[in-house]
């Protein structure tokens, strides 16, 4: 197997607006604010991943994580990327990405991941060990209790059958 070399990286700012107030850790919350790191391999393999620190919960504010962001694309130049699994983590936890915030680190190891996976042929799942199985997709209820039934039977009207339910504060 050929070695992978990341020959060039972008950091892409988004913000999306959410249909409606959606409110996280007692704030609430209009839009989405974040970072996607894309990574090219020197064999044309493009992996993505997102950095995006929620106010209030991450340890980290979006300036700070845009700070550590622009020196792991500096650290990601020319990187040989690592084919397994067992060595891609002691790569990661001996590297400097261990000492970025926690979704820095996140972005960082999802490229590095899904370039791995995909320069085997395999999904990032069974790269990573895991059992691959059609695993079905959560729709999210939140709300009033009223507003939660009436979600829970349109959304089920429509074949969801898996729901997530945060409770508690």
Same mark, same amino acid.
């Given at each position: 197997?050929?070695?992978?070399?990341?020959?060039?990286?972008?950091?892409?700012?988004?913000?999306?607006?959410?249909?409606?107030?959606?409110?996280?850790?007692?704030?609430?919350?209009?839009?989405?604010?974040?970072?996607?790191?894309?990574?090219?391999?020197?064999?044309?393999?493009?992996?993505?991943?997102?950095?995006?620190?929620?106010?209030?919960?991450?340890?980290?504010?979006?300036?700070?994580?845009?700070?550590?962001?622009?020196? $792991?694309? #500096? !650290?990601?130049?020319? &990187?040989?990327? *690592? %084919?397994?699994?067992?060595?891609?983590? =002691?790569? +990661?936890? @001996?590297?400097?990405?261990?000492?970025?915030?926690?979704?820095?680190?996140?972005?960082?190891?999802?490229?590095?991941?899904?370039?791995?996976?995909?320069?085997? $042929?395999? #999904? !990032?799942?069974?790269? &990573?060990?895991? *059992? %691959?199985?059609?695993?079905?997709?959560? =729709?999210? +209820?939140? @709300?009033?209790?009223?507003?939660?039934?009436?979600?829970?039977?349109?959304?089920?009207?429509?074949?969801?059958?898996?729901?997530?339910?945060?409770?508690?504060?």
């Amino acid at each position: 197997m050929q070695p992978l070399t990341v020959v060039r990286s972008l950091i892409i700012p988004y913000t999306f607006d959410f249909q409606g107030p959606f409110t996280f850790a007692g704030q609430i919350l209009n839009q989405r604010t974040g970072y996607i790191l894309e990574v090219i391999a020197s064999n044309g393999l493009k992996a993505q991943g997102e950095i995006a620190p929620l106010p209030g919960v991450s340890a980290e504010t979006l300036k700070k994580a845009h700070h550590d962001l622009v020196e $792991a694309q #500096s !650290l990601l130049k020319d &990187l040989t990327v *690592v %084919l397994d699994k067992d060595g891609l983590v =002691a790569f +990661l936890r @001996g590297s400097a990405f261990a000492g970025f915030f926690p979704s820095v680190r996140f972005g960082v190891e999802s490229v590095l991941f899904t370039l791995a996976a995909q320069a085997r $042929a395999v #999904s !990032l799942a069974e790269f &990573l060990g895991g *059992v %691959l199985e059609d695993v079905p997709t959560a =729709a999210l +209820l939140q @709300g009033q209790h009223e507003q939660i039934l009436v979600d829970a039977r349109d959304l089920s009207g429509h074949g969801c059958q898996v729901f997530k339910l945060k409770v508690g504060s």
